[in-house]
């Protein structure tokens, strides 16, 4: 049996240290001066148009329980955006759903400025452009009268209404068909002028529904189609005939 003679083990102290591989330093990924102009026009807009969304819901505040507003996303909405933490609809206007006892409608937010504004018809001119607001606040109305209507089962319809938010004179030469039109400052007496069409128990039901981002998804995953209108075991012919 060989028998090697035991060595001293070197203290930690004793080792060589070894040299450390320097870490390639981290280099600040700068915008370029026309990014960063972009970036800061496209932060401006965004506070503008949430700033005239706030100015026109402030208008819908005192008109009691029985309205309902909901952030409906106004662009289409896919399975993977909801599965994105981080997704946020970009638009150019602000909109919101009003719900209450005159119906469901389509609210589209226009900020003009200080800028003139002349309507006739369908044609809107702003400092020489023609936006397509009304074109698009039907095309909102209509898509979210399907979208509601598919998850209840039944007919919803919804009224486009194009609201415009700025301190610049409105010329009106002729209103546009199917589509109302007023300043953020008529808002809530244009909404209310329609009556009591619906009842405050369908109202808070069709909140709900709008509230749902299932409502939204595209199809085929639009999971709302399992809502219950009425209660269990009930159908529309049990519903009590309203009294006139």
């Not at 209103?175 to 909404?191: F, I, Q, S, Y």
Request: aromatic content about 6%; charged content about 25%; some cysteine.
């Amino acid at each position: 049996m060989t028998v090697f003679s035991a060595r001293s083990v070197p203290s930690p102290r004793a080792l060589p240290a070894s040299p450390a591989s320097p870490l390639p330093p981290l280099e600040a990924v700068r915008p370029t001066p026309l990014e960063w102009a972009r970036r800061r026009r496209a932060e401006r807009a965004e506070r503008r148009i949430e700033a005239a969304g706030a100015r026109a819901l402030s208008r819908l505040e005192h008109l009691g329980p029985s309205w309902h507003v909901v952030d409906w996303p106004r662009t289409e909405l896919t399975e993977s955006s909801l599965l994105d933490l981080d997704y946020r609809p970009r638009d150019d206007r602000a909109g919101f759903l009003a719900i209450g006892p005159s119906g469901l409608f389509a609210v589209t937010v226009a900020d003009h400025g200080r800028a003139r504004v002349l309507i006739a018809g369908d044609v809107v001119q702003i400092n020489g452009k023609r936006p397509a607001y009304v074109s698009e606040a039907r095309r909102d109305a209509k898509r979210a009268s399907k979208a509601l209507s598919n998850a209840v089962g039944l007919t919803i319809p919804v009224t486009p209404v194009l609201t415009f938010v700025g301190s610049g004179v409105i010329s009106v030469y002729g209103l546009p068909k199917d589509c109302l039109v007023a300043t953020h400052r008529e808002l809530d007496r244009l909404l209310v002028a329609g009556g009591n069409r619906i009842s405050a128990a369908t109202a808070e039901k069709l909140s709900r529904i709008a509230q749902s981002p299932s409502t939204w998804l595209n199809a085929p995953y639009r999971s709302a189609a399992d809502y219950r209108w009425y209660g269990e075991g009930q159908t529309a012919a049990d519903k009590r005939a309203a009294r006139r």
